[in-house]
Nanobody
Framework: QVQLVESGGGLVQPGGSLRLSCAAS????????MGWYRQAPGKQRELVAG???????TYADSVKGRFTISRDNAKNTVYLQMNSLKPEDTAVYYC?????????????????WGQGTLVTVSS
């Protein structure tokens, strides 16, 4: 199986910065896409930033110019650098990976979610 472990959330004042990390582990053959979603109270989960299957990056309009996604392929880890944070960025942030994994003796497409990390932007 595949597991995602997130870290880096917390409380920050408006205008501040945080860096989230997500490390994938397990019987990974390849990671086709990986990124960050968020869900604020009473709202649907939305894509924040991600690496697409083709390797390009995509960002939500609301975070363009403020957030940067990066990755370390050797570590199967993605990072989300969040700058100029606003109160409306407050949410639980989830890491997502679309992988090919070896399950027993079969290669399978597995989409995996992390447990979520809370980001609170407040003065």
């Amino acid at each position: 199986q595949v597991q995602l472990v997130e870290s880096g959330g917390g409380l920050v004042q408006p205008g501040g910065s945080l860096r989230l990390s997500c490390a994938a582990s397990g019987s990974i053959v390849s990671i086709n896409a990986m990124g960050w979603y968020r869900q604020a109270p009473g709202k649907q989960r939305e894509l924040v930033a991600g690496f697409t299957t083709g390797g390009s990056t995509t960002y939500a309009d609301s975070v363009k110019g403020r957030f940067t996604i990066s990755r370390d392929n050797a570590k199967n880890t993605v990072y989300l650098q969040m700058n100029s944070l606003k109160p409306e960025d407050t949410a639980v942030y989830y890491c997502n990976a679309k992988t090919i994994a070896l399950v027993t003796t079969v290669y399978r497409n597995l989409e995996v979610w992390g447990q979520g990390t809370l980001v609170t932007v407040s003065s």
